[in-house]
């Protein structure tokens, strides 16, 4: 008894997954050890990767400058980490295995605050090994990269949270999307980024190939994208005024690395052993979220991607290059909020 691609793909959608795209192992002979599919699971033959879209008015909160918990928990944490995409993929896992197929289910969180380990055999890579998850979703036909280095589909352009399944079935790979099909470097994540993707020194890239196929986006500080994403930028974030008023931070002088801005963003909004009587929640930021411990929000999207994701579909959408659009057109209606560092509503962007 076997069951077909399209059998598995047509199951994924019954699930309610939106996105489903198969690569075969040897698109992966290019990637780093510790980033290889075959160093989790070496007798793998196919990569699955599903995703689950993004709701737009997830974003409408923050885009209005009203609400915050409404896009962490439904199109951050809540789908990334939680249930929305983990228990249909968990269902998807474990048809494949009622075929008798192995079904390894890669979950993409945040590999970036886990340090690699001493390897547990001898020429064996350290642990954590971690796909690049929107480097597999490349492979597996879903899309490609745009220049601000997020993931990106024809169908919701970059509205969708990405998980994989590494599995030893056999299974014919999607074809690939023809590389700048999607992304037109038309650089709105440029001039709708407060300061992470402006900063990509000229000619600054990363480049990959995938059979004949090379893509190419930019090379985002991510010292500063992580630093405004998760709450450190006073031009993004209300509640650094609220709780310090004095405070002035200019996010795009600093040269924190990706690991050292997480420390510092998530002890702002996740400092769970900062509880006292001030701080009831444990975040010495209060006020984007009324959850009694950061385990039910999880991490938080402050700044909403307001470049890369918010400005780059609202001109896909615009142009017609992807497929979802909405009856009330553009998704920025109106001059777009943006704080000074000391914390006054006079610095506006369209």
Same mark, same amino acid.
């Given at each position: 008894?076997?069951?077909?691609?399209?059998?598995?793909?047509?199951?994924?959608?019954?699930?309610?997954?939106?996105?489903?795209?198969?690569?075969? /192992?040897?698109?992966?002979?290019?990637? #780093?050890?510790?980033?290889? #599919? *075959?160093?989790?699971?070496?007798?793998?033959?196919?990569? /699955?990767?599903?995703?689950?879209?993004?709701?737009? =008015? =997830?974003?409408?909160?923050?885009?209005?400058?009203?609400?915050?918990?409404?896009?962490?928990?439904?199109?951050?944490?809540?789908?990334?980490?939680?249930?929305? &995409?983990?228990?249909?993929?968990?269902?998807?896992?474990? *048809?494949?295995?009622?075929?008798?197929?192995?079904?390894?289910?890669?979950?993409? =969180?945040?590999?970036?605050?886990?340090? %690699?380990?001493?390897?547990?055999?001898?020429?064996? %890579?350290?642990?954590?090994?971690?796909?690049?998850?929107? /480097?597999?979703?490349?492979?597996?036909?879903?899309?490609?990269?745009?220049?601000?280095?997020?993931?990106?589909? *024809?169908?919701?352009? %970059?509205?969708?949270?990405?998980?994989?399944? &590494?599995?030893?079935?056999?299974?014919?790979?999607?074809?690939?999307?023809?590389?700048?099909?999607?992304?037109?470097?038309?650089?709105?994540?440029?001039?709708?980024?407060?300061?992470?993707?402006?900063?990509?020194?000229?000619?600054?890239?990363?480049?990959?190939?995938?059979?004949?196929?090379?893509?190419?986006?930019?090379?985002?500080?991510?010292?500063?994208?992580?630093?405004?994403?998760?709450?450190?930028?006073?031009?993004?974030?209300?509640?650094?005024?609220?709780?310090?008023?004095?405070?002035?931070?200019?996010?795009?002088?600093?040269?924190?690395?990706?690991?050292?801005?997480?420390?510092?963003?998530?002890?702002?909004?996740?400092?769970?052993?900062?509880?006292?009587?001030?701080? %009831?929640?444990?975040?010495?930021?209060?006020?984007?979220?009324?959850?009694?411990?950061?385990?039910?929000?999880?991490?938080?999207?402050?700044?909403?991607?307001?470049?890369?994701?918010?400005?780059?579909?609202?001109?896909?959408?615009?142009?017609?290059? /992807?497929?979802?659009?909405?009856?009330?057109?553009?998704?920025?209606?109106?001059?777009?909020?943006?704080?000074?560092?000391?914390?006054?509503?006079?610095?506006?962007?369209?």
């Amino acid at each position: 008894m076997a069951i077909t691609k399209e059998e598995l793909r047509q199951f994924a959608y019954d699930q309610g997954l939106d996105l489903f795209g198969v690569a075969n /192992i040897e698109r992966f002979d290019n990637a #780093p050890v510790n980033m290889n #599919p *075959k160093s989790i699971f070496p007798r793998a033959k196919s990569v /699955i990767v599903v995703g689950k879209r993004i709701i737009r =008015g =997830g974003w409408r909160g923050i885009e209005e400058g009203t609400n915050w918990v409404s896009y962490s928990y439904f199109n951050y944490h809540g789908l990334l980490n939680t249930h929305f &995409i983990q228990l249909p993929m968990y269902e998807l896992a474990c *048809k494949i295995e009622d075929y008798g197929f192995e079904a390894v289910p890669y979950y993409s =969180g945040v590999p970036e605050r886990q340090e %690699p380990c001493e390897p547990t055999r001898e020429g064996d %890579p350290s642990p954590n090994v971690h796909l690049a998850i929107r /480097i597999a979703a490349t492979a597996a036909g879903l899309g490609e990269c745009g220049w601000s280095k997020v993931f990106l589909t *024809k169908k919701f352009g %970059p509205r969708q949270r990405l998980h994989a399944i &590494i599995t030893d079935m056999e299974i014919e790979p999607d074809p690939l999307v023809e590389p700048n099909s999607i992304c037109t470097r038309c650089m709105h994540c440029v001039s709708g980024c407060p300061g992470a993707i402006p900063h990509i020194r000229e000619n600054k890239y990363v480049e990959i190939q995938i059979e004949d196929n090379k893509y190419r986006w930019g090379d985002v500080d991510m010292g500063k994208c992580t630093l405004m994403y998760h709450g450190g930028d006073p031009r993004t974030s209300p509640f650094i005024h609220k709780d310090f008023p004095g405070m002035k931070f200019e996010v795009t002088e600093q040269t924190m690395t990706e690991a050292e801005a997480y420390k510092f963003a998530w002890t702002l909004s996740l400092g769970n052993w900062a509880k006292s009587d001030e701080f %009831p929640h444990g975040r010495i930021i209060e006020g984007h979220a009324m959850l009694r411990d950061w385990s039910e929000a999880g991490s938080f999207g402050v700044e909403g991607s307001r470049g890369c994701m918010r400005s780059c579909f609202n001109y896909l959408e615009k142009q017609k290059l /992807i497929e979802q659009t909405f009856h009330g057109g553009d998704f920025i209606k109106r001059p777009r909020w943006l704080l000074s560092s000391g914390g006054d509503r006079t610095h506006e962007n369209s």
